[in-house]
């Protein structure tokens, strides 16, 4: 699981028809893990998609830090990451707890792109503003909507220090996205960003 630059289909809950058969272009980043080399290639793919499809979106999962000195001992850890995804016109992103709650706030501030996850609630914490989901409009006309989703380990929280978990709760992500069914309707493309691994996106595929 942990591949440099992970390209796949994003899990999705259902497409609804459209009056006008389009393609939807979706790639999806996850485990990038500071391996900022490959950056140009990264872009350079995106690109030749963009110039080609008006409907492209660029989603990343988490895991962007931790395995690059350059990127993981930055004077602000972690932003040189966020400063790429900005510019290779990132739409959508998920977790990244590796440093503590300060840092991630500044990332969320950083970034372009909303940060969701609809299974935590850091409505106690004074840095972190994930939003649940987020809808965008692609240059083509098609609406996607994208629900953020965090696996959990046996402890009820996700793989990091759990002193980067202070006054977060999460919920179970297979529930949670089932909730967010309802944002499906006529037109709308509905999207998991998930970071659950691989198990429990069959799991949230089945029950929604």
């Known amino acids: 699981m942990k591949k440099l630059f992970s390209f796949f289909l994003a899990l999705c809950f259902g497409l609804t028809a459209m009056a006008q058969s389009q393609e939807l272009v979706i790639v999806a980043l996850n485990d990038v893990h500071a391996q900022i080399d490959n950056f ?28 690059n000195p350059y990127v993981d001992c930055a004077a602000d850890k972690g932003e040189p990451m966020y400063r790429l995804l900005n ?84 919920s179970n992500p297979v529930t949670t996205a089932c909730e967010y069914v309802k944002l499906k309707k006529p037109g709308t493309v509905l999207v998991a960003l998930s970071h659950c691994g691989v198990k429990d996106d069959k799991k949230i595929a089945a029950a929604c």
Do not use: W
């Not at 080609?52 to 979106?57: G, M, Q």
């Not at 503003?129 to 240059?139: D, E, G, S």
């Open 40 to 67: 140009p290639k990264l872009a350079a793919y995106i690109s030749s998609l963009r110039a080609s499809n008006e409907n492209v979106i660029v989603m990343n999962a988490g895991d962007n830090i931790s395995g």
């Open 87 to 170: 510019a290779v016109g990132a739409d959508f992103g998920n977790h990244d707890f590796d440093n503590d709650q300060e840092n991630l706030g500044r990332r969320i501030k950083q970034a372009n792109f909303p940060m969701i996850c609809a299974n935590m609630d850091p409505s106690k914490t004074k840095d972190l503003r994930f939003k649940p989901y987020a809808i965008l409009k692609t240059k083509g006309g098609i609406e996607v909507a994208v629900v953020g989703l965090i696996g959990m380990g046996g402890n009820g929280l996700p793989q990091s220090h759990p002193k980067h978990f202070r006054d977060i709760v999460f």
